[in-house]
């Protein structure tokens, strides 16, 4: 069974990117101190590597990656551990390590390989030294994605879509290293003998557009191909755009890898760029500040483990009252209280607004909205009444972990019923049930 309906064409929502789309990124402040999150990803947390007075450079190892699911962790200044705590991340509670900058941006590479001969092992293995992962907000561990072998591999699709509400993190990394984006996709093909690679990106784009298809013709990367899609939301989903851009159907428990699709978002694709080319751990990256409550929004390039407070400072502060910060774009992101924490590899975008009274949920009126527009066929007010009722047992019959926690439900319901927190509380409760 197909996890995606046919007949799905997606919302028409507002993007709000007028603020940032056309600010060139400009470099953030380096702050004294930085705070790295063992739990900065997918899977298990980084096993600390460094202990209180160590010296460190741009890109020592501070936590490695476990056995199973994880990554590896990079110091992102040269400096001095000095201290290893508990401390509050946008994962919860984590174990961090501080750093205290000395500002001498002394680096640490990778170790050196041939660039001429890497195999799909060896490939998949530079990613997983460099620490990198999926940073178009899940935070997967991308290396995981790469271990395909060339004779299981027939595609290879990347996601500039960007659908996320306010988020310009990905359109201006297209823009401004268009260069790199082809040279890393032109090799990963040759890697895997991949003779279709396709670029998706939404047709408002324009700009974006004009430089990947202008350094495609510069570098004569015949087999790249953009393929442009229409600007509704969810068109950044990873199973959706695959079913869009080549037709292929994803199945129920499906990834793209088991039907031959590598596939990786475009900053993700720039900081492989960087591994490969540079010998370079992912220690920094573009982040969106935005929203109507920051005085100056800006695209920032920002070192993982500089304190949101520090991004927020230099964006002019925030306007007078009450204030909704949220990690992510409005749809999926999540609200966060704590200025001190720290960004990490899949902060896109922290967007700050103005805070609104919550709204008094109604009954369902039964308009089946939520039901029509749900991208994997789910019936999200079913779902919510089994949870509201302890009837947890009912996920595999409601198909509830089906959920892409896209919020199309909550946001086009007029009953102001949060029926995605709904639907997430009552898998988080299967899971617990399972586990007993």
């Known amino acids: 069974m ?41 899977g298990a947390p980084a096993n600390v590597v460094v202990k ?12 490695s990656s476990d056995e199973g699911i994880s990554t590896n962790i990079h110091s992102s200044v040269s400096g001095t551990v000095v201290k ?25 590479y990778l170790k050196e390989f041939d660039i001429e001969n890497l195999t799909p ?32 591999t027939r595609f290879l699709v990347i ?12 359109y201006r990394c297209m823009i401004e290293y268009s260069e790199e984006i082809i040279k890393i996709i032109d090799l990963i093909a040759k890697i895997y003998t991949i003779e279709e690679s396709y670029i998706a990106i939404e047709d408002h784009m324009t700009e974006a557009i004009s430089c990947l298809d202008k350094e495609i013709k510069n570098q004569k990367a015949e087999n790249i191909y953009i393929h442009k899609l229409s600007s509704e939301y969810p068109q950044g989903h ?27 978002n475009v900053s993700t694709i720039k900081a492989i760029h960087d591994a490969v080319f540079e010998r370079k751990s992912l220690i ?19 070192r993982i483990g500089t304190l949101v407070e520090d991004l927020i400072e230099e964006c002019g502060g925030l306007k007078d009252g ?9 749809m999926m992101g999540r609200a966060f209280e704590d200025k001190s924490i720290p960004v990490d590899k899949d902060t896109t975008t922290l967007l700050f607004l103005e805070k609104q009274e919550k709204k008094k949920e109604k009954n369902c009126i039964r308009c089946a909205r939520c039901v029509d527009n749900c991208p994997v066929a789910l019936q999200p007010i079913i779902i919510r009444n089994s949870f509201i009722n302890g009837r947890y047992d009912r996920v595999p019959e409601l198909r509830s972990e089906s959920c892409i926690s896209c919020g199309v439900c909550t946001y086009i319901c007029p009953a102001d019923i949060s029926l995605l927190e709904s639907i997430q509380a009552l898998n988080k409760k299967w899971k617990e049930m399972k586990n007993d």
């Open 284 to 302: 920094k990256r573009i982040i969106t500040v935005t929203g109507p409550m920051i005085n100056d929004p800006k695209n920032l390039m920002v």
């Open 2 to 42: 197909s996890l995606f309906r046919d007949d799905f064409k997606g919302l028409d929502i507002p993007n709000n990117k007028e603020a940032t789309k056309d600010k060139v990124v400009e470099i953030a402040n380096i702050p004294k101190r930085l705070y790295f999150p063992m739990s900065m990803h997918i």
């Open 52 to 63: 209180e007075g160590d010296a460190v450079k741009i890109g020592t190892l501070l936590g």
């Open 238 to 264: 990873a199973g959706l755009q695959i079913q869009k851009v080549l037709g292929i159907e994803i199945e129920e428990g499906q990834r793209s890898g088991d039907v031959g699709i590598l596939q990786s």
């Open 84 to 108: 290893i705590e508990e401390d509050s991340s946008f994962r919860g509670e984590s174990e961090v390590v501080v750093v205290e900058n000395d500002y001498k941006e002394e680096k640490e």
């Open 322 to 330: 009450e204030i909704e910060m949220i990690n992510g774009g409005p």
């Open 159 to 170: 996601n500039g879509s960007e659908c996320e509400p306010y988020s310009t993190t990905d």
């Open 121 to 152: 092992e060896k490939f998949s293995s530079i990613i997983d030294e460099a620490g990198i992962t999926g940073k178009g907000g899940a935070g997967f561990p991308a290396s995981v994605k790469y271990k395909m072998g060339k004779e299981e």
